[in-house]
């Protein structure tokens, strides 16, 4: 499976846009780009995924480079209930295709 | 989002017992589950993939006698921790997906203590 690479930490203030970078600079043809969060002692979260179209939802935005190389997740207003551990994966999505979880980017959200 | 669920929360047992830890998919039938475990401030880890009907895959390092998954039904897998040691406290997470489904969704988890 590629591998990601995300900053360990970041901080946001209160009401302003978080943005997450991650680099999958090997990915794959068939490879989709998905973002997690885990607030502590809690399972992870699913929060988007994409392809190579940016996607939109109610959570997030994804942004996903052209060349598939890097991609970045946006939410639009953050919160302090979205400080977690956010973690940037790409799997095939078949059956089969593994989840496997680096070590992610701690985003602190400041009042 | 779908719904998965893991009983117990959280567990504690004495060293040399067994323990099971079910995962339950509520509103869909998961033909893929996964089980993770995670230690204190470090990332989840994959332990084994498990399709429904059929053996569990582990992944390297991991001790298939030890760890025993079940995933008899579509609604259903379960992981055994066998002899479980004070080592093998930590957070196990299962997650399930459905056929054709593009998204895993995952529990929320339960906390191991082996005293």
Known sequence: DAKTTQPPSMDCAEGRAANLPCNHSTISGNEYVYWYRQIHSQGPQYIIHGLKNNETNEMASLIITEDRKSSTLILPHATLRDTAVYYCIVRVVNQGGKLIFGQGTELSVKP | ?115
């Open chain 2, 1 to 115: 989002g779908a719904v998965v669920s893991q009983h117990p929360s959280w567990v504690i047992c004495k060293s040399g017992t067994s323990v099971k830890i079910e995962c339950r998919s509520l509103d869909f039938q998961a033909t893929t589950m996964f089980w993770y475990r995670q230690f204190p401030k470090q990332s989840l880890m994959l332990m084994a993939t498990s399709n429904e009907g059929s053996k569990a895959t582990y992944e390297q390092g991991v001790e298939k006698d030890k760890f025993l998954i079940n995933h008899a039904s579509l609604t259903l897998s379960t992981l055994t921790v066998t002899s479980a040691h004070p080592e093998d406290s930590s957070f196990y997470i299962c997650s399930a997906q459905g056929w054709g489904g593009t998204e895993a969704f995952f529990g929320q988890g339960t906390r191991l203590t082996v005293v």
